[in-house]
């Protein structure tokens, strides 16, 4: 059974930078996508990023391109999440999610499977 756990989490100033991390139990196979969501009070969940874990392709949502990195180890099974220039709007329930083996092709838009279950981050102005 595929587990997930997000670390990471935490309050900080605008500005300032976190990394979340995802650690992954379960997952018997390599290629798969993996991406990290949004949640805030009064909005809908948000597409942060994805990647394939089969080769290098990632996708972010426009709000945080430019600011946040997504980027998976493969020897851990961990994805991460560095997030720098915070802004308060950033402010979430940040959650990780995996899909099922993929053999290519990766964004937030497909259905995830596995989800864990969340890290707080806070964006003080």
């Known amino acids: 059974q595929v587990q997930l756990m997000e670390s990471g989490g935490g309050s900080v100033q605008a500005g300032g930078s976190l990394r979340l991390s995802c650690a992954t139990s379960g997952y018997t196979y390599d290629t798969k996508c993996m991406g990290w969501f949004r949640h805030a009070p009064g909005k809908e969940r948000e597409g942060v990023a994805s990647i394939y874990t089969g080769g290098s392709a990632t996708e972010y949502a426009d709000s945080v391109k430019g600011r946040f990195t997504i980027f998976h180890d493969n020897a851990k099974d961990t994805l991460y999440l560095q997030m720098n220039s915070l802004k308060p709007e950033d402010s979430a329930m940040y959650y990780c999610?995996?899909?099922?083996?993929?053999?290519?092709?990766?964004?937030?838009?497909?259905?995830?499977?596995?989800w864990g279950q969340g890290t707080q981050v806070t964006v003080s102005s």
């Open positions: 999610a995996g899909t099922g083996r993929r053999w290519g092709g990766c964004n937030t838009g497909m259905p995830f499977a596995f």
